[in-house]
Nanobody
Framework: QVQLVESGGGLVQAGDSLRLSCVVS????????MGWFRQAPGKEREFVAA???????????YYADSVKGRFTISGDNAKNTVYLQMNSLKAEDTAVYHC?????????????????WGQGTQVTVSS
């Protein structure tokens, strides 16, 4: 049983930072990709960032234009954890953030191509 558990959300002011974590348990995958998505009330789920492992300790990261330069996705394979460092937060970043796992290593922006999902963590940014 694969489980993804997010943590690190909270209430912050505009300009502040947060770091989200997503721990994967239950199985290990030789090829994997992780994505972060967010969903605000009344809006569709939105791609935020994704990461896939290359050879050795090399990781490849991808970002939505809306977060590029402010957010950083990273992975720690030894801890089965992916992080999302969020800096210079804006009110429009307010949403529930979900991590997701693709078990064939495809770092895609399409949410339906991910196989497992976490329950989400709330991020609220006050202006």
């Amino acid at each position: 049983q694969v489980q993804l558990v997010e943590s690190g959300g909270g209430l912050v002011q505009a300009g502040d930072s947060l770091r989200l974590s997503c721990v994967v348990s239950g199985r290990t995958f030789s090829n994997w990709a992780m994505g972060w998505f967010r969903q605000a009330p009344g809006k569709e789920r939105e791609f935020v960032a994704a990461i896939r492992r290359g050879g050795g300790s090399i990781y490849y990261a991808y970002y939505a234009d809306s977060v590029k330069g402010r957010f950083t996705i990273s992975g720690d394979n030894a801890k089965n954890t992916v992080y999302l460092q969020m800096n210079s937060l804006k009110a429009e970043d307010t949403a529930v953030y979900h991590c997701a796992l693709n078990v064939v290593g495809k770092a895609t922006t399409r949410h339906y191509e991910y196989d497992y999902w976490g329950q989400g963590t709330q991020v609220t940014v006050s202006s």
